[in-house]
């Protein structure tokens, strides 16, 4: 079988360097995070020369707006996650070593092409980006990757702007396999000068969501009080927790439906109810804040995705950590107040079927006679 490898290529301003990638995303999987591969073609005289080339793994948080940036105010945070010098090679890379990309790149581009693999480490935020207003111009808060290959005396050296690269890429999570557990949470409420409760149960159909599916909420409510439900909310929340801030936790309500149908629930009745929830972008394209899965030019944007953590406590202080939660409301009237019952789960890209069989796949053939045709410039 003949697979055909989507090469993404970027040139610095001066034509001497040029980064090629054969893909932008690179999957977290709890257990380790996919190695970023490629290869860098130098201009002859770089190479003649010996010029000192070096390569690097960004990840930038920009926590505040550009457009306030004033008097050397500076909203954004670089974290270097990788550094190494690739010409002269600081090492020899090992034939075993190298992907089958890497294999047919340097075989097609000759001996002035080096390849390149960086890691990242285990936790390293997802890329995430905050929407911004509609009025807001400027790069948006959130965080973001890119590789930079530049020429310099050092890793440190970033005098030489026009022999600079740099290629946007993500770090991203896709959905489990497997579903969870079924959510479902009961909660009362007694009333200070009256006998009996008012009991509330809440039930989703399953744990794990990807984009785009419709939530089926099943709502019990059993009335043992002498107080009257009015109305029903339900609606869907997305938690975004930026760690770096102390307080920095927000709340934000992209999709919500209010009924009446079955009310008033008297003294003494049930009520069984099914409510559907879609979270979808399409309903929130001018709300500022909400937080989307980074993307990259010409990407199709939606949802963050939820942030899966191999425990509570290893939370990056780069990152955005992202949740979700089904929130369901029985309104008592003035003097009754309200009772309310909340319910986490997870909304998730799948995984590529098709990306698993290439990753997984022991030997790949390359078309190479394509592979120039399929290079796309970012």
Not at 182 to 187: A, E, G, M, R
Request: net charge neutral; aromatic share 8%.
């Amino acid at each position: 079988m003949v697979v055909n490898f989507k090469v993404y290529k970027k040139c610095s301003p001066n034509g001497k360097v040029t980064i090629y990638l054969g893909r932008r995303d690179f999957v977290d999987y709890l257990s380790g995070v996919e190695s970023i591969d490629g290869v860098v073609l130098l201009d002859k005289d770089y190479v003649e020369c010996g010029r000192r080339v070096w390569g690097q793994v960004v990840c930038s948080f920009r926590y505040g707006r550009e457009e306030d940036e004033v008097m050397g105010l500076n909203f954004q945070k670089d974290l270097y996650l990788a550094s190494e010098q690739l010409h002269p090679p600081s090492k020899e890379p090992e034939a075993s070593g190298l992907t089958k990309l890497q294999e047919r790149l340097l075989k097609k581009l000759g001996p002035c092409a080096f390849p390149f693999t960086f890691g990242l480490p285990q936790g390293a935020p997802s890329s995430v980006t905050l929407q911004p207003g509609p009025e807001e111009t400027g790069e948006p808060c959130g965080v973001s990757y890119y590789v930079k290959i530049f020429a310099g005396e050092s890793d440190s050296d970033d005098g030489h702007k026009r022999s600079t690269v740099t290629l946007g890429i993500r770090k991203v999570q896709f959905a489990p396999t497997k579903q969870g557990r079924q959510p479902c949470t009961v909660v009362t409420k007694d009333f200070l000068l009256s006998p009996g409760e008012l009991e509330l149960e809440v039930t989703l159909d399953k744990q794990l969501y990807h984009h785009g599916e419709r939530i089926m909420v099943n709502v019990s409510v059993r009335n043992k009080s002498n107080k009257v439900v009015k109305k029903m909310k339900a609606l869907v929340q997305q938690g975004i927790d930026v760690v770096i801030f102390q307080n920095g936790q927000f709340r934000t309500v992209i999709d919500a439906v209010e009924t009446q149908d079955g009310c008033p629930v008297n003294p003494g009745s049930t009520l069984q109810k099914v409510l559907y929830l879609q979270p979808r972008l399409e309903n929130n394209k001018n709300r500022r804040g909400v937080a989307l899965d980074g993307h990259l030019k010409r990407d199709e944007v939606n949802l963050a995705s939820s942030t899966l953590l191999t425990s509570p406590d290893v939370r990056d202080s780069f990152g955005i950590v992202v949740s979700y939660a089904v929130k369901v409301k029985l309104y008592l009237g003035a003097l009754g107040g309200e009772l309310s019952a909340e319910l986490p789960f997870i909304l998730m890209l799948p995984n590529p079927s098709d990306r698993i069989k290439v990753m997984t796949a022991e030997s790949v053939a390359i078309d190479e006679e394509n592979i120039g045709d399929d290079i796309v410039k970012s």
